[in-house]
Nanobody, 123 residues
Framework: QVQLVESGGGLVQAGGSLRLSCAAS????????MGWYRQAPGKQREFVAG???????KYRHSVAGRFTISRDNAKNTVFLQMNDLKPEDTAVYYC?????????????????WGQGLQVTVSS
């Protein structure tokens, strides 16, 4: 089992920034990629950003150029730096962890989830 503990959510005004963190523990040998998803009220959970073992990253179109995903392998932690936040970014953000074959060079939803962080952007 892999445990994911998130931190860093909160309330921010439009145009502001937040940094989310997610630390993995437990059977970390069973994961090699981590990502972020979000779910707004009344909507389905959607992919936000992912980083795979090669270091390649992937973003949903609406956050590309504003959000940056990065990782600290020594601390088994992934970060999501969110800049120029918009009210439509308001959602619960979930950390996700997966095992993805290196040959795939893409992010696929993994089996492990964090508890979720509320991010609220006021206009």
């Amino acid at each position: 089992q892999v445990q994911l503990v998130e931190s860093g959510g909160g309330l921010v005004q439009a145009g502001g920034s937040l940094r989310l963190s997610c630390a993995a523990s437990g059977s970390i040998f069973s994961i090699n990629a981590m990502g972020w998803y979000r779910q707004a009220p009344g909507k389905q959970r959607e992919f936000v950003a992912g980083i795979i073992s090669s270091g390649n990253t992937k973003y949903r179109h609406s956050v590309a150029g504003r959000f940056t995903i990065s990782r600290d392998n020594a601390k088994n932690t992934v970060f999501l730096q969110m800049n120029d936040l918009k009210p439509e970014d308001t959602a619960v953000y979930y950390c996700n962890a997966a095992w993805i074959p290196e040959s795939l060079n893409d992010y696929l939803t993994g089996a492990y989830w964090g508890q979720g962080l509320q991010v609220t952007v006021s206009s």
